[in-house]
């Protein structure tokens, strides 16, 4: 069973940094694309940014130059270094990884508490 393991969360005061780290165990098989989603109350998961095992990202436009998206595809993880943090990036934050031939699968979502 994949596992998608995911830390660096927690609580931040507004302009300040976190990373958050996803690493996928019990796997062999390499995914194609891992990327972040978050869900803040209320509302509904959204795409944060992803990666592909080429190295092509995409960002939400609320998140550009202030979110980079990076991976490791020897550790199969992927990280989200967050920079000048605002209270609206309150959420939860979920680690993404598809594979073509194997599916998708989620981490069990991390904290990011952005305070004013």
């Known amino acids: 069973q994949v596992q998608l393991v995911e830390s660096g969360g927690g609580l931040v005061q507004a302009g300040g940094s976190l990373r958050l780290s996803c690493v996928a165990s019990r796997t062999l098989f390499r995914f194609n694309v891992m990327g972040w989603y978050r869900q803040a109350p209320g509302k509904q998961r959204e795409l944060v940014a992803h990666i592909t095992s080429v190295g092509s990202t995409n960002y939400a436009d609320s998140v550009k130059g202030r979110f980079t998206i990076s991976r490791d595809n020897a550790k199969n993880a992927v990280y989200l270094q967050m920079n000048s943090l605002k209270p609206e990036d309150t959420a939860v934050y979920y680690c993404?990884?598809?594979?073509?031939?194997?599916?998708?699968?989620w981490g069990q979502g991390t904290q990011v508490t952005v305070s004013s």
């Open positions: 993404n990884a598809v594979s073509a031939f194997n599916g998708a699968y």
